[in-house]
């Protein structure tokens, strides 16, 4: 069976959804071919931070209101280590600017809902997903449904498919150039049913280890802990979770967390990866599938938003007036705000997490770094203008 349209998007994800929504707001037709069921992808658990840029966006496009009744708007962070909190005050130091709170699943959840509202097509549970023929004007996506074979054929594919798709392996090995970091750290994370003991993200600081505190609702809690990049999620019950987040957060001054049951807990690798060729013939990578950021300074799902705006331009103007020029500067356009984001990334992560083989010299460099970041307004400004994120290209 073949279908036909002008983008053929491999991925329900942030990326995939939102750039079909934005061309669908354009005029330019698209359909989307999604590996897992509508239920999976809409309770997966990920990102949920917002860049005021990337809320602008969505609000712009039609998919904010239920993000601009549940989101929580945070004016700051703190950053906590040596027993005391020190705040990071986002609108006076960045003329105005904030974060939102609004998970990603909801996100996901907000942008199926519009598409389907408005007629748009997106296959769940399509097996063997494949893409064909970018080096021509006519490429393909094929992929098996209720035991038949599909086809969608169109003029782009963008590959919206995250770190593990199957689009970045169709640009040829001597095409790409390929960035990488692997830390010595993972993350555990759990989602609690607490409410959260403060209103603000609290980036902790410890001997033993980074922590990070956070929230998805006033009714949830969302908590981070630094773990070796091997640890088994069986050794870690729930008890030993809450007594080392009380350890790594809480204040001399007598700030105590919240506790409630564990909703879900897991173990996410941490890694800096970015693939310098974001295009190659009629294949558009976008988000997770060309670049991962270690989540510590929240920028995985912006950046997605962020290449889809990009990307929305590029095609809008490939597809209505005939230019490809924009098309052919589209990664250069996105990966300079790529290794923006992934520097910050890095800086965050280098400046928060204990290094398993460290004597105390880099603890050292890391406590001055942190003292110099809360005591001065300019070191102050720089974390708070990267963090609520720089404008969209
Ligand atoms: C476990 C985890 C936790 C994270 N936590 C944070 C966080 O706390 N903060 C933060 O900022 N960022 C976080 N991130 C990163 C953030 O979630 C991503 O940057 C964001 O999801 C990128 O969106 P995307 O649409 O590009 O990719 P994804 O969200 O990965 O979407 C890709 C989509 O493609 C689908 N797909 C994959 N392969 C195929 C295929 N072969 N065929 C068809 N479809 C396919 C997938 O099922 C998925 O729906 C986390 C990521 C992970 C994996």
């Given at each position: 069976m073949r279908t036909r349209t002008q983008v053929g998007i491999v991925g329900a994800g942030p990326s995939g959804l939102l750039l079909s929504h934005l061309l669908h707001l354009q005029g330019v037709a698209s359909v989307i071919v999604e590996n897992r069921s509508r239920d999976y992808v809409e309770h997966r658990v990920r990102a949920g931070v917002l860049e005021q840029a990337a809320v602008d966006l969505l609000k712009e496009a039609g998919v904010g209101e239920r993000m601009v009744r549940e989101g929580l708007v945070h004016n700051g962070i703190e950053l906590r280590f040596g027993g005391r909190g020190h705040r990071i005050d986002f609108p006076s130091l960045t003329g105005g600017r904030a974060i939102t709170v609004y998970g990603q699943q909801e996100v996901v959840k907000d942008l199926i809902a519009a598409r389907l509202a408005a007629g748009g097509e997106i296959v769940f549970e399509a097996a063997d997903v494949g893409v064909h023929g970018i080096d021509t004007d006519t490429p393909l996506i094929r992929y098996r449904k209720d035991g038949s074979e599909h086809e969608v054929s169109c003029a782009i594919v963008a590959g919206?498919?995250?770190?593990?798709?199957v689009c970045r392996q169709a640009i040829p090995d001597h095409a790409q150039h390929v960035f990488e970091r692997t830390y010595p750290f993972a993350w555990l994370g759990i989602l609690a049913q607490a409410a959260p003991s403060h209103e603000e993200l609290i980036y902790a600081y410890h001997d033993r280890g980074f922590a990070l505190f956070s929230m998805r609702s006033p009714e949830i809690t969302r908590l981070y802990l630094q773990v070796?990049?091997?640890?088994?999620?069986?050794?870690?019950p729930d008890e030993r979770i809450w007594q080392e987040l009380h350890t790594r957060l809480e204040t001399d001054d007598g700030w105590r967390l919240n506790e409630g049951p564990v909703l879900e807990k897991g173990i996410t690798p941490m890694r800096s990866f970015v693939?310098?060729?974001?295009?190659?013939g009629r294949l558009f990578l976008a988000g997770d599938a060309a670049h991962i950021v270690p989540p510590t300074g929240a920028k995985g799902m912006n950046l997605a938003v962020a290449d889809i705006h990009v990307l929305t331009r590029a095609l809008t103007a490939f597809f209505?007036?005939?230019?490809g020029d924009l098309l052919a500067t589209y990664d250069a356009t996105c990966l300079k705000r790529v290794w923006r984001a992934e520097h910050f990334s890095w800086w965050m992560t280098s400046m928060l997490h204990r290094f398993p083989d460290d004597d105390g010299f880099q603890q050292r460099l890391q406590r001055s770094q942190l003292d110099y970041t809360v005591g001065s307004r300019a070191a102050a400004a720089s974390l708070a203008e990267n963090y609520v994120g720089l404008p969209f290209a």
């Open positions: 919206c498919d995250g770190f593990h798709g070796a990049p091997d640890e088994d999620i069986a050794d870690w693939c310098e060729k974001m295009q190659h209505k007036s005939g230019r």
